[in-house]
């Protein structure tokens, strides 16, 4: 187990989700914009890769990637505690025996007063909470996009408002907070490159939505501590 831990689940946790929505990206990318059609020996292969995986097959992807991962870092948190003389106290501990939570002890929380208590809670609120958190953000970011395309529907193609919504949820709550200043941004770079190399004067979100969660995904750690919103972390 300590073999498996350390060439295959540390690694994991540490790049597979990189790696996977990376590959999400692409996917949505070459979905809306047929990139890998420019090259001869991925053409069929890219058609039929945006004819079999809507929009809606992606979020349903990431939901379980999101659900699978969160899995493999409580089991994870498991070992580790489980390993050490110290921490194992955490794994007999029930969190309403904790200072913290005595005041809501009862039947509501009957679930955490048990020797693993502690951990259920903790598990909760480490990996589990930010499923939950992220899909209510993508849900509400979803709606004021189906809410924008009904009066200016020049900013959008078919789909677009699903790719707004697989994105949201795939960066992800605290990533979600920089997300959205990142797409304004991502409009001006856009349009401003539109205009300039194809002389177009307007842009749809579509590639603003790709730039911003390709730049979310590789600087968003950065872009919340550097503006100071390690706080809204859950």
């Given at each position: ?196 190399v194809f002389k177009e ?34």
């Amino acid at each position: 187990m300590n073999l498996v831990f350390r060439y295959a689940l540390i690694p994991f946790i540490n790049w597979g989700q990189y790696l996977f929505y990376l590959l999400i990206i692409l996917i949505a990318a070459n979905k809306r914009f047929g990139l890998f059609g420019y090259f001869s020996k991925l053409a069929a292969f890219s058609k039929n890769l945006a004819a079999r995986l809507s929009y809606k097959s992606l979020i349903w992807l990431v939901l379980i990637f999101k659900i699978f991962y969160a899995l493999v870092e409580t089991s994870s948190q498991y070992y580790v505690w489980s390993s050490s003389s110290f921490t194992k106290f955490f794994l007999s501990k029930g969190a309403v025996d904790l200072a913290l939570l005595k005041r809501f002890s009862g039947d509501l929380f009957i679930f955490l007063n048990n020797r693993f208590g502690y951990f259920i809670f903790y598990s909760w609120g480490r990996f589990w909470l930010e499923i939950f958190v992220s899909l209510i953000a993508a849900a509400v970011f979803y709606l004021f996009l189906v809410f924008l395309k009904k009066y200016k529907e020049r900013f959008f193609e078919e789909g677009e408002t699903e790719l707004g919504f697989l994105l949201a949820f795939m960066v992800g709550w605290s990533n979600f907070i920089v997300f959205l200043p990142v797409v304004f941004i991502s409009v001006i770079l856009v349009s401003v490159f539109k205009q300039l190399v194809f002389k177009e004067s307007y842009t749809t979100l579509g590639a603003p939505f790709l730039l911003a969660a390709l730049i979310v995904l590789i600087f968003g750690n950065y872009l919340i501590s550097l503006f100071g919103l390690m706080s809204l972390r859950v």
